[in-house]
């Protein structure tokens, strides 16, 4: 299927005059080298020509769009090219995600695909990311004739609302990675002319040799100083304008200096150049910059695809007609519809159809869940093998997606109070060491006038504090990264400081250590008439009109009676007419005539028809899978643990007994429950609120930090300072350990970077310290403390 | 050393900008090392993807060593050939960055004799395919390295020049360290890659050409220092 004058393995254009060509399933092909023949031949001996089947799959562009494609076509309107493109003259540029991606091969069939469509100038693909990225001239092609090639393919486009993919961290990350690569390549070929320089140093060497070599050494190291270094000398200055001289200062002034000093030698044939110490000391510092910057970055990139893989455009239903609208036009109540393989548009409940869906994105859990009628979907899940159709109950910053985005956009800008007090401290380390630079130099001017300028840069250089400034940030960002691992979302920077000195470690409530989702555990049917099925399909009827915690118990897949005239009576139940009888579903008091039957207890519903008992229904809220394991490993680890519920007695004393809890307290209002925390900490216990604060939050600000459950749609009310995305308990026990570990490495890391600089301030002072190696001692120890911190990634 | 630097410089440079085509050639070939995987295995494709490379370079490295005995055979055999031969690899790395700027194939016949040699290689490599384990992935590495290539061909003329059997090794290490990341990458980000590899193919090439004047410049300056101050010998035996 190749065009005849591409090559048919590599797909760049044959050169003039070759002939070469590979027999595949018969028919000769054209390929452009020697190479690519052996390739083609040896994938087709291998067997494996689906490779090419794979990458030549239906070819774009030809034949009319299948009926359920051209829907894709309201996306040729220019109001959509708007909002989905970036215009520049005749080219718009628009980020689409292809769902159903799955492999390289698929990001080659894309690729290939639709740059053979007229008007595309070109196609990038990231197989990782799902997304490809693509350049056309709109006038000739529009953006809904690419997205039905995309769906033809067996793709499901989404296009990204312009401006949604630059992020200015990845940017950051770009611009480092080409200062890094400048720096390492810079350092590389002056380290090896210096080589050459310092041989001649020893055995002579002859003087247009030496001249070249410094020559040389200066273009390589010019861009290493003004390309590579310049993040220093624009912070050195932010520093100075403030008046708050940070790290950067004393490093710039090394750099500029040595750098000017060796420039005027090199062109006046003077003793020295350093243009190799400055190459060194501009590539480790920017290491090190970039491996914090990584480490930081990590704990975003989730966030970052958070928010990326929420569609775009969404079926909206409108008196059973669909149409394809963007999401931003999406408000509540409105009826959505979400075929197989798309992500969920907005918060919503489903009230047609059932189906797995993904949610690992929101909770990390890798199990596809089954979702029924009545069941919450949160937007950015994946919806895997069923069409189904959902009420949207909140859109763009209500939903729990937007939240999470913005609760880890708050923790990145509090910074921990940690980090700024040794940010403070950083600055007065600054102007001493610029003090003691002058006071080496004027001591050194008189003297010895020649060693002066060397040693001066010596101990400018090997003092710098970098290792100092690194410690504490490196480590924060590290563990930060590692808990978002856990599924722990850090919203507040101080709360792993408090975490690591955390003794108590107080529940909320009962629903913090279960599941959160109620079950039928038993069901009595109570009449001969009628049998178990009948009996859960009318509960499960009667039980839809309820948004009641303990109504979601009854979901189930069977088909459900038709209920007219449903109604909820508050606290009690709900009653509906089924085939002309008069059904009602709740508390004993509710359903039955004699309702001295039982106590009444929110975990026994009746199901009862005139009066009379038909089924009796015990609900349970299950214990978290690991919440036994969870509560021995803190026991264990020395932190008190107790139990502060709302909950009645006996709810909260089966908890306490299942989970041998001592300290429970039942039947807490709010104020009771702040007055536990304030007692603990009058004794001196630093104490961790574990629940979700959602009617309670002076609790959990009352306590010295806070951790919350996620309950999916409920997150967006949540104000913990970390929070839990997964369903897990156990993580809690890690973080709490790598809290403790994280402060270690920071006391670890701050004792290490004093006595390096304590060691070798006085041997640079004694002019013991050439410049290339005090740039190895400063590069060393900075990376001592970066390497430390990025230990804590392996915490478990 | 410092004669040897702006070569091995020029052999990275030239392996990591020059594998535009490489690219072209086997990326997406990632998939044959573990068919069917999904890009959430990229964790265990790595592993795979890092020996397949280290084999393949480890080939280069022993073909750099074969042809840089010849060539220190040849040199050998006439005497004073050095400095020209070191001006001869000058030459030879501003050609190879003009390929690289204006995407030529000098070297198309010797592809085809590279692919005779391959054609006797390829059935072991059958049974190698798909490389889902590190043995595999060694063997098709060790194995890929032969494929008859143009640009591969360059760099051993290169480590032909250096007619030092270590020193030609390291060439070919130096270029395939340089055709690592594009190659290491190709299954993750192809497409970004070539894309922006073509873009920057002119840069790309002038750069080795920038090199290769470096490389040539040396021994014309130390040919004619060397004859004013007879500095040359003095020079050598310091490194």
Redesign the interface.
């Given at each position: 299927m190749a065009v005849p004058d591409t090559?048919f393995?590599?797909?760049?254009p044959n050169?003039r005059g070759?002939d070469l060509t590979v027999e595949i399933e018969g028919q000769p092909q054209n390929v452009c080298?020697?190479?690519?023949?052996?390739?083609a031949?040896?994938?087709r001996?291998?067997g494996?020509l689906s490779?090419y089947a794979m990458?030549d799959a239906p070819q774009p562009g030809v034949g009319k769009p299948a009926p359920e494609e051209a829907e894709w076509l309201v996306f040729n309107g220019s109001e959509m090219l708007a909002a989905f493109a970036d215009i520049n003259k005749d080219i718009a540029v628009a980020t689409i995600y292809a769902g159903g991606?799955?492999?390289?091969?698929c990001?080659?069939l894309i690729?290939t695909s639709l740059g053979k469509i007229k008007g595309v100038l070109?196609?990038?693909?990231?197989?990782?990311t799902?997304r490809l990225r693509v350049r056309w001239r709109f006038e000739e092609i529009g953006l809904g004739d690419i997205l039905a090639a995309l769906s033809r393919l067996g793709y499901r486009p989404q296009p990204l609302a312009a401006g949604d993919t630059t992020r200015p961290e990845i940017a950051e990350q770009r611009a480092a990675l080409k200062r890094l690569l400048v720096a390492s390549l810079g350092m590389?070929?002056v380290m090896?002319?210096a080589?050459?320089l310092y041989?001649?140093d020893?055995?002579?060497?002859?003087?247009?040799?030496q001249r070249?070599?410094r020559l040389?050494s200066f273009f390589v190291a010019t861009p290493v100083v003004f390309y590579a270094a310049r993040p220093f000398f624009a912070s050195a200055w932010r520093g100075v304008s403030a008046r708050r001289p940070g790290m950067d200062l004393p490093v710039s002034i090394a750099i500029g200096s040595a750098y000017a000093a060796s420039v005027y030698a090199t062109f006046t044939n003077g003793p020295a150049v350093w243009f190799d110490s400055v190459a060194m000391f501009v590539f480790f510092l920017t290491l090190g910059r970039f491996l914090e910057m990584r480490a930081r970055h990590r704990s975003i990139d989730r966030s970052v695809a958070l928010s990326q893989l929420l569609p775009n455009t969404a079926t909206l239903i409108v008196n059973g007609a669909k149409k394809i609208v963007p999401v931003a036009q999406l408000t509540k109540d409105d009826r959505v519809l979400i075929r197989a393989g798309d992500s969920i548009p907005a918060d919503g409940i489903i009230v047609s159809g059932a189906s797995a869906i993904d949610e690992a994105l929101l909770t990390g859990e890798a199990e596809p869940r089954r979702r029924i009628v009545g069941d919450l979907l949160a937007a950015g899940s994946v919806n895997l093998d069923a069409m189904i159709e959902m009420r949207v109950t909140g859109t763009g910053g209500d939903t729990a997606l937007s939240a999470i985005n913005r609760l880890s956009e708050r923790a990145r800008f509090t910074r921990p109070a940690f980090v700024n007090i040794a940010d403070r401290i950083a600055s007065y380390i600054v102007v001493a060491l610029l003090l003691i630079a002058t006071a080496v130099a004027l001591y050194w001017y008189f003297e010895d006038p020649e060693r002066a300028f060397v040693i001066t840069l010596s101990v400018l250089v090997v003092t710098c504090p970098c290792a100092l400034a690194l410690a504490t940030p490196a480590a924060f960002a590290t563990a930060g990264s590692r808990l978002s691992e856990l599924r722990l979302l850090v919203t507040n920077g101080n709360a792993i400081e408090v975490l690591s000195r955390a003794t108590h470690i107080v529940f909320d409530k009962t629903g913090t250590l279960t599941s959160g989702t109620a079950e039928i555990r038993t069901l009595a049917v109570l009449r001969d008439d009628f049998d178990e099925q009948q009996c859960r399909a009318i509960a499960a009827a009667l039980e839809q009109a309820s948004t009641h915690p303990i109504a979601r118990a009854f979901r189930t897949e069977l088909a459900l009676p038709v209920v007219t005239d449903g109604q909820v009576h508050v606290a009690q139940g709900v009653s509906g007419t089924i085939d002309g009888s008069r059904w009602r579903i709740g508390s004993a008091s509710f359903v039955l005539d004699d309702s001295t039957l039982e106590e009444a207890s929110s975990t026994v519903v009746y199901l009862g028809l005139a009066g009379s008992p038909v089924a009796r229904f015990d609900i349970s809220d299950a214990l978290r899978s690991d919440a036994l394991d969870t509560l021995k490993a803190l026991k264990s680890k020395g932190y008190k643990v107790s139990l502060v519920s709302g909950d009645n007695a006996g709810a909260v004393r089966e908890i306490a007994k299942a989970l041998s809890i001592d300290a429970a307290h039942s039947d807490c209002t709010p104020a009771d429950k702040l007055r536990i925390i304030k007692s603990l900490q009058a004794r001196g216990e630093c104490v961790v609120m574990i629940g979700d604060g959602i009617n309670d939050a002076p609790v959990l600000a009352g306590a010295d930090t806070s951790i919350a459950p996620s309950h999916g749609a409920l997150l967006a009310q949540t104000n913990a300072d970390v929070i839990m995305l997964g369903d897990a308990l156990h993580p809690i026990t890690t973080a709490l350990g790598l809290s403790a570990a994280t402060m270690r490495i920071v006391r670890q890391n701050l004792l290490w970077a004093v006595v390096y600089n304590a060691t070798a301030l006085p041997l640079a002072v004694a002019g013991m310290v050439p410049p290339w190696l005090a740039a190895i001692g400063m590069s060393f120890s900075s990376l001592v403390v970066v390497l430390n911190a990025l230990r804590l990634h392996r915490y478990t | 050393m410092t004669e040897f630097g702006p070569v091995l410089a020029a052999a990275f440079a030239t392996g990591l900008l020059g594998s535009t085509h490489c690219l072209g050639m086997c990326a997406g070939l990632s998939g044959l090392f573990a068919a069917g995987a999904t890009v959430a295995s990229i964790k265990t494709q790595f592993p795979l993807a890092v020996a397949y490379n280290v084999g393949r370079v480890l080939s280069y490295a022993f073909l750099g060593g074969v042809v840089a005995l010849f060539g220190s055979t040849a040199i050998a055999a006439v005497p004073d050939l050095a400095a020209p031969v070191r001006i001869a690899s000058g030459a030879l790395i501003i050609v190879i960055g003009l390929q690289v700027a204006f995407g030529w194939r000098l070297l198309s016949s010797v592809e085809k004799i590279g692919a005779a040699i391959w054609n006797r290689l390829a059935p072991h490599a059958r049974g190698l395919i798909p490389a889902n384990s590190m043995p595999k992935a060694l063997g098709l590495g060790l194995l890929w390295g032969w494929l008859p290539c143009g640009l591969v061909y360059s760099a051993l003329l290169l480590a032909a020049t250096t007619a030092d059997a270590f020193g030609g090794g390291l060439v070919m290490i130096a270029f395939g360290l340089g055709t690592m990341p594009a190659m290491i990458v190709s299954g993750l980000s192809a497409s970004k890659l070539s894309a922006f590899m073509s873009r920057n193919r002119l840069g790309a090439g002038i750069l080795i050409v920038v090199l290769g004047i470096a490389t040539l410049a040396m021994p014309l300056i130390k040919m004619s220092g060397g004859a004013q101050t007879n500095g040359h010998g003095q020079h050598s035996a310091a490194l």
């Open positions: 090559c393995h590599c797909a760049l050169p070759c080298c020697p190479g690519c023949k052996a390739v031949e040896l994938i001996d291998s494996m490779y990458r991606m799955y492999c390289s091969a990001s080659w690729e070109s196609v990038d693909v990231n197989p990782v799902h590389m070929q090896m002319f080589v050459g041989a001649g020893f055995q002579g060497i002859d003087a247009d040799m070249f070599l040389v | -």
